[in-house]
């Protein structure tokens, strides 16, 4: 059975760093692009960043460019998310996601509307004190 995993989120003041950690278990990660979304409570969920299979092509959007940063270690199977300058509004659940679609449909996660084989972790909780 497929499981992704998150893990290192916690609690940080504004202005300090996290690495949050993805990784799979009965599942080729290389296979797959990965990407990571957010929900804070009442809000939509947002996809904030993604990287290809091999690594080459990564992207992020508007509100954490120059912040955050995706990276991927195929023979750990572990895809990373460091967050820098962290901010209060950045307090959220934080997934990943393992898609076969190079990144095309991160921005929404509307995986399943594009058939596109997918597999979500339960998450990690990021909070971020003022």
């Known amino acids: 059975q497929v499981q992704v995993v998150e893990s290192g989120g916690g609690l940080v003041q504004a202005g300090g760093s996290l690495r949050l950690s993805c990784t799979a278990s009965e599942l080729t990660f290389d296979d797959y692009a990965v990407a990571w979304f957010r929900q804070a409570p009442g809000k939509e969920r947002e996809g904030i960043s993604c990287?290809?299979?091999?690594?080459?092509?990564?992207y992020s959007a508007d509100s954490v460019k120059g912040r955050f940063t995706i990276s991927r270690d195929n023979a750990k199977n572990t895809v990373y998310l460091r967050i820098n300058s962290l901010k209060p509004e950045g307090t959220a659940m934080y997934y990943c996601a393992a898609a076969r679609d190079e990144c095309a449909y991160y921005s929404g996660g509307d995986y399943y509307a594009n058939g596109v084989e997918n597999y979500w972790g339960r998450g990690t909780q990021v909070t971020v004190s003022s």
């Open positions: 990287i290809s299979w091999s690594g080459g092509s990564t």
